[in-house]
């Protein structure tokens, strides 16, 4: 399956789901390219932003993942391959 680029942002709400979070992102770090974080820096919101390598099913099982945790926001964007 050929590999796409994309990102993930996520706003964390609330600080006691950052265990659950870091456990997902271990698993999926053959994906994960950068991450960044900003703590407490919107109204109190943790910000992390993920730039990954993967195929659309990689990609797609982190976000879902993530997308399950109460207590934070997420957004994925994938781009096109040309």
């Given amino acids: 399956m050929e590999k796409r680029i994309g990102?993930?942002?996520?706003?964390?709400?609330?600080p006691d789901c950052a265990h659950q979070?870091?456990?997902i992102l271990s698993a999926h770090?053959?994906?994960i390219r950068a991450r960044q974080?900003?703590?407490s820096?919107?109204?109190g919101k943790s910000i992390i932003s993920l730039v990954l390598e993967g195929t659309?099913?990689?990609i797609g099982s982190l976000s879902g993942q993530i997308g399950k945790i109460?207590?934070?926001q997420s957004r994925s964007?994938?781009?096109?391959n040309k």
């Fill in 41 to 43: 820096c919107i109204d």
């Fill in 21 to 23: 979070l870091n456990n």
């Fill in 37 to 39: 974080g900003l703590p």
């Fill in 77 to 80: 964007v994938l781009l096109k």
């Fill in 7 to 14: 990102t993930i942002l996520i706003a964390v709400d609330q």
């Fill in 56 to 58: 659309t099913d990689e």
């Fill in 70 to 72: 109460k207590g934070l």
């Fill in 29 to 31: 770090a053959d994906v």
